[in-house]
């Protein structure tokens, strides 16, 4: 079992950055692939990126690629999304997940467990 709590979120300007951070709960978090959605009103929740359970790879949706990094710390079992540049579409609740080994990380029906959210939102 893993519970996961985000933070972070809040109100940026177009252009500014946030760093987004998911503390779980649970001896297994180091076993987990993590990841980071995010859903805007009314529209689908979508991947955004994912970290291996060693942090040895990463991936990114085609719209954050090179403007977000997403990194773990197995020590203090924590997530981090680091987000560059942001956009006002990029307003949305951001999530973060947990999925386990030999899961396809950007698929959202991979996740076994997520958190509750945190609001981000990016004013033009």
């Known amino acids: 079992q893993v519970q996961l709590v985000e933070s972070g979120g809040g109100l940026v300007q177009a252009g500014g950055s946030l760093r987004l951070s998911c503390a779980a709960s649970?001896?297994?978090?180091?076993?987990?692939?993590m990841g980071w959605f995010r859903q805007a009103p009314g529209k689908e929740r979508e991947f955004v990126a994912a970290?291996?359970?060693?942090?040895?790879?990463?991936y990114y949706s085609d719209s954050v690629k090179g403007r977000f990094t997403i990194s773990r710390d197995n020590a203090k079992n924590t997530v981090y999304l680091q987000m560059n540049s942001l956009k006002p579409e990029e307003t949305a609740v951001y999530y973060c997940?947990?999925?386990?080994?030999?899961?396809?990380?950007?698929?959202?029906?991979?996740?076994?467990?997520w958190g509750q959210g945190t609001q981000v939102t990016v004013s033009s």
């Open positions: 997940a947990a999925a386990p080994p030999g899961a396809t990380m950007s698929r959202r029906p991979e996740y076994d467990y």
């Open positions: 649970g001896r297994t978090f180091s076993i987990y692939a």
């Open positions: 970290i291996s359970w060693s942090g040895g790879s990463t």
